[in-house]
């Protein structure tokens, strides 16, 4: 129950809904009692009828429709109060079901990008729904459950022991057996099914990267292979669900064999009672009563070894949603003070390590980089490039050295407006299943249609976009068109164009651009950037050749820095590179 315990703020904050469904409760099993009574006092006067000497059939008549009556009256309000009951506990659930969800999506959103990598998508989307699932039926039923059985033996057993103490006594001997063979059968259940879900989780996630790698699988005509691995976590799914259906359909039998078991008890011991002439059993009716008050009180005894074994599942579940929730962001946001940011960057002697693979990505990495001027980073693929744009937006913090924004350590600037000051466009453009408009407003929701145009104008993109059909409310992904790379890459600038912060970040976002439209958006950009702080990053001489300066990297050190002329003089890497893109673009 320990993990369970973190659920108790919800059960403060619905702390009336769950005394109302308490209160409710009581009474309902308060109106139920009428019916076992009404029944026995019928018999009983069906019995008297039958030894009196004077039989008076209107008297019987007028007795035993009063009680028909009664018992409709009574069972029609414990039916309501039942239902009652239902809608304020189970609805409870389903409110701190909701706030639980949106909890753990607000917690998930504020983890760092390592969380990402170390769990799979799979398994947060499973904490986040079947566990949930499983921690609102301890919230719901499981409570409810046990609130009414806790109340019903009290009330029954008072009821009981009030007509017959040795009758009650015998007749609750086996309820103990009942309640612990269900126990064990729903432990049993619940291992069971722990399984099953467990092969279920791995077969969602198998599907899902089938479905996202569908093109390569076409591609490379592995359909029959991943039909066969399919198949294989199929079969041993529908094993794990035969071994649950086996112990499933145990439960039922058992239920119907223990409460016989115990109406028979009730059967021998009452009238062996009544047949010699006890004085606790006055009148047959007395034994009907009490196998109605028996069999009113199995199914919530019963209920308890159910109840065990949901609450057993809940805290497990509970276990994993904790691990997460516990789990702190690595990057925090150091103050609520709004920061406005100018756009001075330096790096002084920035080393960063990747924690999972032990790459030493930046090695000893210094620049400064005055508001408004702009830096290209050119660099064979690894060297460290994205990495140094991903510094620059807190996505990691550096292992070694310090970097600073307008002087500041960058460490104590307010992640938030940090991250809202900083454009991004990221190497591997992504774009949400939604308009071509609402992801290019992704950058400024508040943005008009004119602007979201004039940034596609921008980003050369805005003569594609008018060829298809639905012009700006294309919608992409999924269940939309699917845009060619240059094209995802010029939508992904204008979304970073239209939100005009102080800092712009290009990671290699022309490299599937020819290189005449290249020339457009580098223009372009030209004025756009003259005030922005832009750090650029490329394959291509042609990106870099205006920048303020220049940086090549390999093996995340800096190897030349400088100016286009500079570098040219040095003889160097950029030179060759020069020398290589001029010759191809004769060649062109
Ligand atoms: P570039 O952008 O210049 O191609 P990166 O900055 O992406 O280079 O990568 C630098 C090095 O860090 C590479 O060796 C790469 O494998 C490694 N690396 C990059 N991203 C990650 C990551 N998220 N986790 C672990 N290692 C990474
Ligand atoms: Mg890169």
């Given amino acids: 129950m320990k993990e369970l315990q973190y659920l108790n703020k919800y059960f403060i904050k619905y702390k009336y809904r769950f005394l109302l469904g308490l209160l409710i409760t009581i009474v309902a099993q308060i109106f139920s009692l009428f019916t076992p009574e009404l029944i026995g006092n019928s018999i009983k006067v069906i019995e008297d009828y039958v030894k009196s000497a004077q039989k008076d059939v209107a008297l019987l008549k007028y007795e035993l429709l009063k009680n028909i009556l009664y018992i409709l009256a009574t069972t029609i309000i414990a039916g309501f109060f039942t239902f009652l009951m239902r809608q ?3 609805v409870m659930s389903r409110y701190v079901e909701f706030d639980l969800k949106n909890e753990i999506f ?6 760092s990008q390592h969380f990402y990598k170390r769990n799979r998508t799979g398994d947060l989307m499973n904490r986040i729904s079947e566990d949930v699932g499983k921690v609102r039926m301890y919230v719901g039923p499981a409570v409810m459950y046990t609130l009414n059985t806790i109340m019903r033996f009290t009330i029954v057993v008072i009821y009981m022991y009030n007509i017959s103490p040795k009758l009650t006594l015998y007749s609750l001997l086996p309820l103990p057996l009942l309640s612990y ?3 064990k059968i729903s432990s049993e259940i619940h291992k069971r099914s722990g399984a099953f879900q467990q092969n279920l989780s791995n077969l969602f996630s198998f599907t899902q990267e089938i479905f996202s790698g569908i093109r390569v699988i076409k591609a490379y005509a592995i359909e029959q292979k991943k039909q066969n691995d399919f198949l294989a976590l199929t079969k041993e799914s529908n094993t794990k669900a035969m071994d649950l259906a086996r112990v499933n359909s145990l439960f039922g039998p058992l239920m119907i064999l223990l409460i016989g078991l115990s109406n028979l008890v009730v059967v021998y011991v009452g009238g062996s009672m009544y047949i010699n002439n006890d004085p606790e059993i006055e009148s047959i009716g007395v034994i009907a009563q009490f196998i109605l008050y028996i069999n009113m009180l199995t199914w919530p005894v019963a209920s308890l070894g159910w109840v065990s074994s949901l609450v057993q599942e809940a805290e497990a579940s509970q276990k994993r949603i904790n691990e997460f929730l516990k789990e702190e962001p690595a990057i925090k946001n150091p103050t609520h003070l709004p920061t406005k940011i100018n756009g001075s960057i330096i790096f002084n002697n920035v080393s960063f390590v990747y924690e999972d693979t032990h790459i030493k990505a930046l090695n000893g990495v210094s620049f400064s980089l005055e508001k408004g001027k702009t830096l290209a980073i050119l660099g064979k693929t690894g060297s460290g490039k994205s990495t140094i744009l991903s510094l ?18 960058i460490t104590t600037v307010n992640l938030y407006d940090l991250r809202n ?5 990221p190497q591997d453009a992504f774009l949400f299943s939604d308009t071509i408009k609402n992801n290019i407003k992704f950058g400024n929701e508040k943005a008009t249609d004119e602007e979201v145009i004039e940034a596609a104008k921008k980003a050369v993109v805005h003569e594609n976009i008018m060829t298809f059909n639905d012009q700006y409310e294309t919608i992409l992904g999924e269940r939309g068109i699917t845009l060619s790379g240059g094209q995802k890459q010029r939508v992904s600038i204008a979304r970073a164009l ?3 912060a102080p800092i712009l970040l290009l990671d290699d976002c022309l490299s599937a651009v020819d290189t005449e439209t290249e020339e457009t958006i580098l223009n372009n950009l030209l004025t756009y950037c003259k005030d922005k702080t832009t750090l650029i990053v490329s394959h291509r001489v042609s990106s870099a050749k205006n920048a303020d300066e220049i940086i ?6 800096i190897i ?3 100016t286009h002329n500079e570098l040219l003089e040095q003889n160097g890497y950029y030179k060759d590179l020069y020398v290589k893109q001029l010759s191809e673009k004769e060649i062109s």
């Fill in 88 to 90: 304020t506990l189970i």
């Fill in 421 to 425: 000051q900083i454009s991004v466009v």
């Fill in 498 to 500: 239209i939100k005009n």
């Fill in 181 to 183: 063979s269900i126990f």
């Fill in 392 to 409: 620059i937006s807190r996505l990691y913090d550096a292992t070694e050295g310090e970097i600073t924004i307008d002087n500041q350590p």
């Fill in 560 to 562: 030349e820095k400088g």
């Fill in 106 to 111: 607000n917690h998930y959103q504020n983890l």
């Fill in 552 to 557: 090549i990297l390999e093996d995340g050190k």
